[in-house]
């Protein structure tokens, strides 16, 4: 915890580094969340505070995160580059 304790500053450190007017981080331990705030602000003009609630218009970078997860599985043996998705079958689980 003493660690977590740090992270506002370093948050505050890097948006303005950065130049950037909010952030959101969530840090997960296994299932759970052990730390989670929003940083700065989400609307400079309405001068609206970040939460760790404000939703992000991500748009096209979920095709970046979907690869990565992708090469994750495939880095871990659970499916192959080159082997058809519907080899993998589909689990209602």
Do not use: H
């Amino acid at each position: 915890m003493e660690n977590l304790a740090r992270i506002d500053g370093m948050v505050e450190s890097m948006l303005r580094d950065s130049r950037a007017c909010g952030a959101a981080l969530a840090i997960v331990a296994g299932d759970e969340v052990v730390f989670a705030r929003g940083f700065g602000l989400r609307d400079r003009d309405a001068n609206l505070p970040m939460r760790a609630e404000t939703p992000y218009p991500i748009a096209s970078t979920t095709k970046a995160i979907n690869a990565t997860l992708i090469g994750m599985l495939v880095d871990e043996g659970s499916v192959q580059w080159d082997v058809p998705i519907r080899t993998y079958g589909l689990s209602s689980s």
